[in-house]
């Protein structure tokens, strides 16, 4: 509001000097980026907790999905090793029987 009140006077000041045609245009200029600014702003400001909170899913997810990938692998660790530890105590069992029958 104050700014506001600021901007009235010196548009009459401006006025009563009578400004080239260039200054007025860059005064415009200045004050539409602005209001763009001040409408961007807000707009950032009430759609960023939403944003937010779809990035917080998003990562919740991609950790997850990491997580389960792991234990798979894990899984697929254990397995390997107990599918290679059985044919190597086949293997010393047959060995052991082929001993004592010779």
């Not at 010196?10 to 415009?28: D, I, N, R, S, T």
């Not at 980026?33 to 009430?46: D, I, P, Q």
């Not at 090793?81 to 059985?86: A, N, S, Y």
Request: net charge positive.
């Amino acid at each position: 509001m104050e700014t506001v009140q600021e901007l009235i006077p010196l548009a009459k000041e401006m006025m009563a000097q009578k400004p080239k045609g260039k200054l007025v245009k860059l005064y415009v200029l200045g004050s539409v980026l602005a209001f763009f600014g001040v409408v961007l702003g807000l707009v950032e400001t009430v759609c960023s907790p939403f944003t937010a909170v779809s990035r917080l899913r998003e990562e919740e997810a991609a950790v997850a999905e990491l997580q389960a990938a792991r234990q798979a692998q894990a899984l697929r660790r254990q397995a390997l090793l107990e599918k290679g530890k059985q044919p190597e105590a086949l293997c010393s069992r047959a060995l052991s029987h082929r001993q004592h029958a010779s």
